[in-house]
């Protein structure tokens, strides 16, 4: 079999969000099960091509976006292999799939989030914002007609195509995001403070590690404020990750020597980070109406046989099973994250529980080998179909 994996994200040029690694991770897990793998990505050059050449990018915030969505389509469509024998076209959002649609091979979906809700954010004129979201929304309604399956990260995603789009129950199937179990794996406590040593830590030092891009969505300010009621000085939240709310991050955390912001770390590196701590914190919040997917930081986290502390909302309270191999907590509530992070320092026994636990729980469920043949089996189906 031969499969054509595409998307407008390019795990290869970027790797910092879930769905980047999701790409990597499945292609390698394919290609384990002796599957032909073949990508078409997206590159970014395709706008500024458009200016060397002269043509001007509308004025509007709506025009502009519009373009660009038509741009990230054209390349696709320009770039499709018209020959080499694919089986199967598996696309990683609905602008792929919309770009592949006239490809005569049948076509598998998987939706990391929501296109509409998601994108319409980034236009920051309100009334362009209300002009463009049935463009949108239009777009994300095609894209899914061309799909003979979905695959959707978490069962709220699986809930809101049934819903909006009136897509057959019968053709679309949760998968949970996968991780890399070899390289996210546990360490034991003379490593763990090698590590902390090198990082310029005391291993006496209890850290909190946040894998977080710096967005609202993943609800770091609430992180930052609840060390304010974080009694001990040996307790460190270390922030592993860049974006928009930094500066607000930074002026939250100044008063505080405690917290540490490290900035991007390459996901080739993070293992160390996860490693090196005591227990991971994943504070997202529900944002615009949205909420997080599957996290793949909560994942990699659990993998790392660590006490993983998670907001209860979305693909993390579908994950986490409370105080078995994680903990749940109300979202955008600082006081509930401070009384978790010490009660979870001063309880060991807690923590060796949820870190076994959760380490076997990713094992039986979450390797990107087993994902990899759960996809595998989708694609057998819609072929035999």
Same mark, same amino acid.
């Given at each position: 079999?031969?499969?054509?994996? !595409?998307?407008?994200?390019?795990?290869?040029?970027?790797?910092?969000? $879930?769905?980047?690694?999701?790409?990597?991770?499945?292609?390698? +897990?394919?290609?384990?099960?002796?599957?032909?793998?073949?990508?078409?990505?997206?590159?970014?050059?395709?706008?500024?091509?458009?200016?060397?050449?002269?043509?001007?990018?509308?004025?509007?915030?709506?025009?502009?976006?519009?373009?660009?969505?038509?741009?990230?389509?054209?390349?696709?469509?320009?770039?499709?292999?018209?020959? $080499?024998?694919?089986?199967?076209?598996?696309?990683?959002?609905?602008?792929?799939?919309?770009?592949?649609?006239? %490809?005569?091979?049948?076509?598998?979906?998987?939706?990391?989030?929501?296109? %509409?809700?998601?994108?319409? /954010?980034?236009?920051?004129?309100?009334? /362009?914002?209300?002009?463009? #979201?049935?463009?949108?929304?239009?777009? /994300?309604?095609? +894209?899914?007609?061309?799909?003979?399956?979905?695959?959707? &990260?978490?069962?709220?995603?699986?809930?809101?195509?049934?819903?909006?789009?009136?897509?057959?129950?019968?053709?679309?199937? &949760?998968?949970?995001?996968?991780?890399?179990?070899? !390289?996210?794996?546990?360490? !034991?406590?003379?490593?763990?403070?090698?590590?902390?040593?090198?990082?310029?830590?005391?291993?006496?030092?209890?850290?909190?590690?946040?894998?977080?891009?710096?967005?609202?969505?993943?609800?770091?300010? #609430?992180?930052?404020? %609840?060390?304010?009621?974080?009694?001990?000085?040996?307790?460190?939240?270390?922030?592993? +990750?860049? +974006?928009?709310?930094?500066?607000?991050?930074?002026?939250?955390?100044? %008063?505080?020597?405690?917290?540490?912001?490290?900035?991007? &770390?390459?996901?080739?590196?993070?293992?160390?980070?996860?490693?090196?701590?005591?227990?991971?914190?994943?504070?997202?919040?529900?944002?615009?109406?949205?909420?997080?997917?599957?996290?793949?930081?909560?994942?990699?986290?659990?993998?790392? $046989?660590?006490?993983?502390?998670?907001?209860?909302?979305?693909?993390?309270?579908?994950?986490?099973?409370?105080?078995?191999? $994680?903990?749940?907590?109300?979202?955008?509530?600082?006081?509930?994250?401070?009384?978790?992070?010490?009660?979870?320092?001063?309880?060991?026994?807690?923590?060796?529980?949820?870190?076994?636990?959760?380490?076997? #729980?990713?094992?039986?469920?979450?390797?990107?080998?087993?994902?990899?043949?759960?996809?595998?089996?989708?694609?057998?189906?819609?072929?035999?179909?």
């Amino acid at each position: 079999m031969k499969v054509l994996l !595409t998307s407008t994200d390019n795990p290869y040029t970027t790797r910092i969000g $879930g769905k980047h690694i999701h790409l990597l991770l499945l292609e390698r +897990g394919l290609k384990k099960l002796n599957v032909e793998v073949a990508t078409l990505y997206y590159k970014s050059s395709g706008i500024m091509e458009l200016a060397k050449k002269g043509v001007m990018l509308p004025f509007s915030e709506k025009q502009q976006f519009k373009r660009k969505i038509d741009t990230k389509i054209n390349y696709l469509v320009a770039h499709l292999p018209r020959h $080499g024998g694919i089986d199967i076209i598996h696309a990683h959002d609905v602008l792929s799939m919309l770009a592949t649609a006239k %490809a005569p091979q049948k076509k598998v979906l998987t939706l990391h989030g929501y296109f %509409a809700r998601e994108n319409v /954010e980034f236009i920051k004129n309100e009334r /362009e914002r209300d002009e463009v #979201y049935p463009f949108l929304f239009e777009t /994300e309604t095609k +894209g899914m007609k061309n799909a003979e399956r979905i695959i959707t &990260v978490d069962q709220r995603l699986k809930d809101y195509v049934l819903k909006e789009f009136k897509y057959p129950s019968t053709r679309v199937t &949760v998968l949970y995001n996968s991780v890399d179990t070899d !390289t996210f794996r546990p360490v !034991t406590k003379e490593e763990q403070s090698a590590i902390k040593a090198n990082a310029g830590f005391s291993r006496d030092n209890f850290i909190v590690l946040v894998p977080r891009r710096l967005v609202e969505k993943n609800g770091v300010i #609430y992180a930052v404020r %609840a060390m304010k009621h974080v009694a001990g000085e040996n307790v460190r939240l270390i922030i592993a +990750g860049d +974006g928009p709310e930094r500066q607000k991050i930074l002026v939250e955390a100044a %008063a505080d020597q405690r917290i540490k912001l490290v900035g991007a &770390v390459p996901h080739d590196e993070v293992a160390s980070y996860y490693m090196m701590a005591d227990s991971v914190l994943i504070p997202s919040a529900t944002t615009h109406g949205i909420q997080e997917a599957t996290s793949l930081a909560m994942l990699e986290g659990m993998s790392c $046989g660590k006490a993983v502390i998670c907001s209860e909302i979305g693909g993390m309270r579908e994950i986490i099973q409370h105080m078995k191999n $994680g903990i749940l907590i109300k979202e955008k509530d600082p006081e509930e994250i401070a009384r978790t992070i010490s009660a979870i320092m001063n309880n060991s026994v807690l923590m060796s529980e949820l870190s076994r636990n959760a380490r076997e #729980y990713v094992l039986q469920n979450h390797s990107y080998l087993a994902h990899a043949q759960k996809v595998l089996n989708i694609y057998h189906e819609v072929l035999e179909k």
